[in-house]
């Protein structure tokens, strides 16, 4: 048998900010429903959060147009969103603008995700500003960092989030980010404020895993901690956390989403593989400041976010070469497009190829010379290397001294070091076959390139492959060529070492000592 049962709404009350709807049931019986309670009931920290960047315009006002483009980029890989975190850069928004991204966010979730909207500010009054004016826009919890600026007693921290969850009656989570607070959220304030029923969780961005742990240990099953340092995601999931909000969420939330279900189905490999996959971006984005190498990823990806909000500068936190690094791991990634490489080999004989360097067909052919080639690795990885070696006295020695006092713009003759302040012996120049023509080029030649050009030439006099008279009267030059596209720094000092070391052998296979 079905049985209906008609409620009818006869009353809506408020009471310390709960909301309670009152219902009558055949004229004599009373149902009070706390919604409050529903509503924080259904609220769950687990998961993927990508904390929000902030699009400005050149006028440094809100962008909303690309605010909601970003949101609805990462909503088909992520648990929810968090706007106005430290990488939405909260301490520069002033309230009303940090309100109207509350209203962005749940207007373009709609519901279907979750709103954790960032209210941090150093005052307690303004903090229960924030989270009232979030709870009533639709926001599912609010994130509360600890005071900063002037740095409140371990008493004083408590009285902040107690006073905030018990005048909101709001999911709140505790933010902890020593870096930027001046100070740790102490444990033991955490674990006391564990035991209200609307503090429900607390995001760990110290990157400190002794903490984390410290924390799990006292606070696990009370409530639930997420990790907000991108670097130890991996590390923090293994221990407990049950989820992340992390600045790089936004960027690539389809590898931490990954990461997460792995963990959670108890394949560490998998997740050990795809955070080793991102490390290097998690390592850019946490160490300089999240909003500005974030911002800087995704204009890069096409996202219209503008630059930080003053007095912040990309030009202060980020140089040339950590742009090009960020742009190489998104290569990497998918996320960027490798640009069409003109790479060509040489097609002339040996003899001929050393012309550009100062050495002449008749110079390379002379009694004393040596030459080879050598190759190794394909695809962008690719390494062809020709080497010609000859007594100081030689031709060589000529286009030795010309390459260094003569610096061809994008072809920049580098010495051979094996480590600070101790260069090579036999001396030893590496020459850019492939003209550089940004830092990320330069850097693939100035730095794998170059470490694996001396450890091999090393290996090489130890094995007795290059004899004790050319290591003091002989130089050598070697021009590198490696694709403009190169990604992979190791396969790339790999593909070197493998290419000159051939070189090598074929060079000094039947080397008489004569000039």
Not at 96 to 125: N, P, R
Not at 232 to 242: R, S
Not at 295 to 324: C, N, Q, S, Y
Not at 448 to 472: L, R, W, Y
Request: proline letters at 4%; a negative charge.
């Amino acid at each position: 048998m079905v049985v209906f049962v008609v409620l009818v709404c006869i009353g809506i009350s408020t009471e310390g900010g709960v909301v309670f709807v009152v219902f009558e049931f055949k004229n004599h019986v009373i149902i009070v429903i706390n919604l409050e309670e529903i509503k924080m009931s259904s609220f769950k920290l687990e998961g993927v959060f990508p904390a929000l960047v902030t699009p400005f315009k050149k006028d440094e006002s809100i962008d909303e147009e690309a605010f909601r483009a970003l949101i609805q980029r990462v909503l088909p890989d992520v648990n929810g969103i968090v706007p106005c975190g430290t990488t939405g850069e909260f301490v520069y928004l002033d309230f009303d603008e940090m309100k109207k991204l509350y209203d962005i966010a749940i207007d373009e979730l709609k519901g279907d995700k979750f709103v954790i909207a960032g209210t941090g500010a150093c005052s307690t009054k303004h903090a229960i500003e924030l989270v009232k004016y979030a709870k009533d826009a639709g926001a599912n919890a609010a994130l509360v960092v600890s005071p900063y600026f002037v740095n409140p007693s371990d008493k004083g921290e408590y009285e902040h989030f107690y006073q905030i969850a018990k005048q909101t009656n709001f999911p709140i989570i505790m933010y902890n980010i020593p870096q930027c607070t001046g100070a740790p959220l102490p444990r033991r304030v955490i674990e006391d404020l564990a035991g209200i029923d609307n503090i429900i969780g607390l995001k760990d961005s110290s990157g400190d895993l002794t903490y984390n742990l410290e924390v799990l240990e006292k606070v696990r099953d009370k409530i639930n901690v997420v990790i907000g340092h991108d670097e130890v995601v991996l590390p923090a999931l293994a221990a407990g956390c049950k989820g992340m909000i992390l600045a790089s969420a936004q960027v690539f939330p389809e590898i931490w989403q990954e990461v997460f279900l792995a963990v959670k189905n108890k394949d560490l490999d998998k997740a050990r593989e795809l955070q080793m996959k991102v490390q290097k971006l998690a390592r850019i984005f946490c160490r300089y400041g999240g909003a500005v190498p974030v911002k800087a990823a995704l204009r890069m990806m096409g996202f219209k976010v503008g630059t930080a909000r003053r007095p912040i500068r990309e030009g202060g936190v980020i140089l040339h070469e950590d742009r090009e690094e960020i742009r190489v791991e998104l290569e990497k990634l998918g996320k960027l497009e490798q640009k069409i490489s003109d790479y060509k080999l040489p097609d002339a004989a040996v003899t001929f190829r050393f012309k550009d360097i100062g050495l002449s067909e008749t110079d390379v052919k002379s009694k004393g010379l040596l030459t080879a080639t050598g190759e190794a690795g394909k695809g962008a990885e690719h390494v062809h290397v020709d080497l010609v070696s000859g007594s100081k006295s030689s031709p060589v020695g000529m286009a030795f001294a010309t390459q260094l006092t003569h610096i061809r713009h994008g072809h920049e003759a580098l010495t051979t070091i094996l480590e600070p302040n101790l260069t090579v012996r036999p001396s030893t120049l590496i020459v850019p076959a492939v003209a550089l023509k940004n830092l990320r080029q330069a850097n693939m030649i100035y730095g794998p390139t170059q470490s694996a050009v001396a450890k091999v030439i090393v290996d090489n006099i130890e094995q007795g492959v290059i004899p004790q008279k050319v290591i003091t009267d002989y130089l050598m030059m070697i021009k590198i060529y490696v694709p403009p596209n190169a990604l992979d720094r190791q396969k790339l000092y790999e593909n070197n070492y493998e290419a000159v070391d051939k070189a090598l052998k074929t060079a000094f296979e039947s080397f008489s000592g004569g000039d």
